[in-house]
């Protein structure tokens, strides 16, 4: 069921996934990326997750900060739809209220999806970065809240950002559309 044995081992003892997401990717990168969402880990992460996704908030954001050999940002559902201002992209959250850290010792590992945040640990709203290669400097910094089970070589393909921070200049890759699987 899991990519990586290291989460199969932490999560053997819980019960199964009852969530995940199927991202259809549109752009540099075409294809579809499926996340299983970590309920039993992050479970107001992953409910915020599906019922963004639910609700079709996702649909049409665009991943705003893709930084090479490190991950893709995405998950501005205020100001990161295609067509709009992208200089707001990445600033934005939904209408729900930011979210207390749940912290695990799961590792920050390619293909491991965390939330993005402020400064402030409890700030992460709608947001969620996918890592590109493994980054365990974030571990215990940023919510664990899931693992592309399909789609890395999608997730590769993403449009790689140039600007400050690893904005993507022009067009973005976008979440074309954003369903709940499970």
């Known amino acids: 069921m899991f990519k990586h044995a290291f989460f199969a081992a932490c999560l053997a003892s819980t019960p199964a996934l009852a969530s995940g997401i199927e991202i259809v990717v549109a752009g540099e990168a075409n294809g579809t990326i499926v996340i299983d ?10 409910e915020r997750i599906s019922s963004l996704a ?5 649909d049409g954001v665009v991943f705003h900060r893709v930084i090479d ?9 205020q ?6 201002d992208m200089r707001r992209a990445g ?11 749940e912290f695990s010792d799961l590792p920050y590992e390619r293909g491991v999806v965390g939330m993005a945040r402020a400064q402030n640990p409890d700030s992460a709203n709608s ?14 910094q940023y919510t664990v809240v899931g693992e592309v089970t399909q789609g890395l070589d999608v997730l590769d393909a993403i449009k790689r950002g140039d600007g400050p921070n690893g904005a993507v200049i ?13």
């Open 127 to 140: 947001q969620f970065f996918i890592m590109f290669a493994p980054g365990y400097f974030l571990n215990g």
């Open 91 to 101: 600033t934005g959250a939904s209408d729900g209220p930011d979210l207390p850290a």
């Open 170 to 182: 022009g067009q973005p890759d976008v979440m074309q559309k954003v369903t709940v699987t499970k």
């Open 54 to 58: 639910a609700s079709g908030a996702y």
């Open 69 to 77: 050999g490190f991950m893709a940002q995405t998950g501005d559902v």
């Open 37 to 46: 969402l970590f309920e039993d880990v992050a479970p107001a992460h992953a």
């Open 79 to 84: 100001f990161g739809k295609m067509g709009g």
